[in-house]
């Protein structure tokens, strides 16, 4: 709702607007349903991934020491939503970019904005995880001032920078699939790396093998 309100008084009080609205119409009811089939797969592209995150920290809540566990994880996933609005609004940017790009029928445009975008995005999770593997510590201590799970989540750094490199990679490629109108096959994407191969795996390593947070 923040950014909903920014956006609104953005529009309304921004200069560069005055000329390209001129009040409410019927007309722009018009096209409600193609830019919905749009809308609603990008929409879940995001949540799909979100959710998942979401879902480990639950099952974090079934492990044994769940106090610990359940903080570990809650720690983990916030530190890596944290590092990827960086990641998304790159995405975005890129997405709008690429999508002007093939409209005006610029295919080498739009791959130069993919691999800029990119190579920006890497460039800033590199910076975020450098300062994560330096300063994992009191990062942990801002969330909680037990040693003990400061200490184990000193353990989780590691993984949880490639967590994070990966993912920077993974948010602008799919802006940019959004960009190039591929809502669709991104979700099935999604929904079959998140939920039927991740969270599969990560149930098995975790309970069977005992591996837990890791």
């Not at 009811?29 to 995150?53: D, G, H, Q, T």
């Not at 990966?166 to 991104?186: E, H, N, P």
Request: glycine letters at 8%; one cysteine or more.
């Amino acid at each position: 709702w923040i950014s909903f309100l920014l956006l609104a008084l953005y529009v309304l009080f921004a200069n560069k607007f005055q000329n390209t609205w001129t009040g409410f119409s019927l007309e722009s009811f018009r096209y409600i349903i193609r830019n919905s089939k749009l809308a609603l797969p990008s929409a879940a592209m995001v949540c799909l991934e979100f959710w998942a995150f979401e879902t480990l920290v639950f099952l974090a809540g079934l492990m044994p020491n769940s106090k610990i566990t359940t903080s570990l994880i809650a720690i983990c996933v916030n530190t890596e939503n944290i590092a990827y609005m960086i990641t998304y609004g790159l995405s975005a940017a890129g997405s709008t970019r690429v999508s002007n790009e093939l409209g005006a029928g610029n295919p080498n445009r739009a791959k130069h904005a993919m691999t800029v975008t990119l190579k920006l995005s890497i460039l800033l999770a590199l910076v975020v995880v450098l300062t994560l593997a330096l300063g994992h510590d009191i990062w942990a201590g801002f969330f909680s001032d037990s040693h003990s799970i400061i200490k184990q989540f000193a353990q989780l750094t590691p993984l949880l920078i490639v967590s994070i490199v990966i993912d920077a990679i993974q948010g602008v490629l799919s802006g940019v699939a959004r960009g190039c109108g591929w809502q669709r096959l991104a979700v099935l994407v999604n929904l079959g790396a998140f939920y039927f191969i991740g969270m599969p795996i990560a149930s098995v390593l975790g309970f069977k093998f005992k591996l837990y947070v890791k």
